[in-house]
């Protein structure tokens, strides 16, 4: 049983645990420990930013703007019931086994491609992720992504994607919805880095669920070297296993190069999103260098080009 409440920033997540995974949990917390004398308490122990409390009852809590966090490495529940996460149910202690973690970004991006990657992490190198800086995505700022991006990149097995506009445009022409496009790149990335690390193979495959298992296996009807085997999906998956994270980590910063690099062709640093600041930078952009150039750096199909061209 595994519920959560959520109030404005603090989660209060409670997991029903047998004795061992209890035991398990006051070892791990051993440094961190508080005396709590509230009845039917067995442990208690304070995190920067996470309270966890384990009662005789079997229940643990995590209580505080890490709880998510704190409870995804040991509730298996978590993934299916909870509002935290969406998808399938994660086998137990799932964040300390060997993963390949999937997940994209600039999918909402104007400007710039999009960028997927998968990352292998094997159990022992969970540890060395996490002190690389990989660590609760409430931090993950796009320059303190920067800054660990490399550590990572140069540490462990990955696979990187970039869709560049012109190709996504062309793509897009033809028919392929982004949520295809995205599906394609995913498989793409998972095939690569599975052959990049064989004979080795990891225990799962989680991706960060951007469509239900059976959208996604659609979207790839026609393509070759379809990976099935021990795949998972849940939404917020960087928040269960370091994988992900690590993924989505390195997946941000290639994207973040390729923005610099867009910026410096066209003299004025691109905005993120989709907003209307996006629309008066590329009417600026459209006015200076035509419209095939912002053709080339932008997803066209996106409503910001008509009002871009209105403003123009
Ligand atoms: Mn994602």
Redesign the pocket.
Known sequence: MTYVEKGEKMANIVLQLDVTMQQKISDAYTANRVERQAPGVLFAAKLDDTAITSYASGKVMFQGSGAEREAAKWGQALAKKSSVSKGDTLPENFAQLSVIGS???GTGDYFGPITVAAVYVPQHKIELVRELGVKDSKQLTDDYMRQIAPDLMNSLHYSLLILRNEKYNDLQQKGYSQGKMKGMLHNQALYKLLQKIAPEEPQYILI?Q?AERSVYYNYLKGSKNIVQRNVLFSTKAENLHVAVAAA?IIARYAFLTEMDKLSKQVGMSLQKGASNKVDIMAAQIMRKFGEDTLKNITKWHFANTDKAKKIV
């Open positions: 997940d994209e970004t960060d951007f989505s």
